[in-house]
C-alpha cells in the first residue's frame, strides 16, 4: 500500500466499517494522502453517522457517499476522480462483491493495514463505535 512501488495515482475509498476497526482513522487519512490522489469514505449509513465519525477524528475526505448508496457512490467517484487506480477497502466477501461490479479493485481492511502499517483495533470495536454514534458531543 505506500506509494515507494505503486503509482501515486489513485483513489481510495474506505467503506466506514473498515475505517472504524483501524485505531487511528485520522493518522491513517494523513497517511493514505501520501500516496493517494483522492481519500474518502462510502457507506449505506446514514450521512449524519459517517460526518459525525468524521468529525470526531477529524478526518477531511475528499468525496463521501451522501444520501445515495455505496454502489452509486462509488459508480460517481470512479466518474469524478479520474485516477489510473480506484482502491475500496472493506471488510466482508458483499464488500468485495461490489468493488467488482463497479470495476473497483478490492482490499480487506486487515491486508490494507499490514502493508500500510496500520493498526487494527478489536473487531469488537466497531460495535462500540456504533453505540457511541448517537451520542451528542454538545451535552456535558
Do not use: C
Request: hydrophobic share 35%; glycine share 6%; net charge negative.
Amino acid at each position: 500500500m505506500d506509494g515507494g512501488g505503486g503509482s501515486s495515482d489513485m483513489t481510495l475509498a474506505f467503506e466506514l466499517a473498515a475505517l472504524k476497526r483501524l485505531v487511528e482513522p485520522d493518522a491513517v487519512f494523513s497517511d493514505a494522502r501520501t500516496w493517494s490522489k483522492y481519500v474518502g469514505v462510502v457507506s449505506e449509513e446514514p450521512t449524519y453517522v459517517v460526518t459525525n465519525f468524521t468529525r470526531k477524528n477529524r478526518i477531511r475526505q475528499d468525496f463521501f457517499s451522501g444520501p445515495r448508496g455505496r454502489e452509486e457512490s462509488l459508480e460517481n467517484v470512479r466518474r469524478q476522480f479520474d485516477t489510473d487506480r480506484h482502491v475500496f477497502v472493506g471488510t466482508n466477501e458483499a464488500d468485495a462483491a461490489l468493488a467488482e461490479q463497479v470495476d473497483w479493485e478490492y482490499l480487506p481492511v486487515e491486508q490494507a493495514a499490514e502493508a500500510a502499517d496500520w493498526t487494527l483495533g478489536e473487531a469488537d470495536a466497531e460495535a462500540a463505535t456504533a453505540d457511541d454514534e448517537d451520542e451528542r458531543d454538545d451535552w456535558p
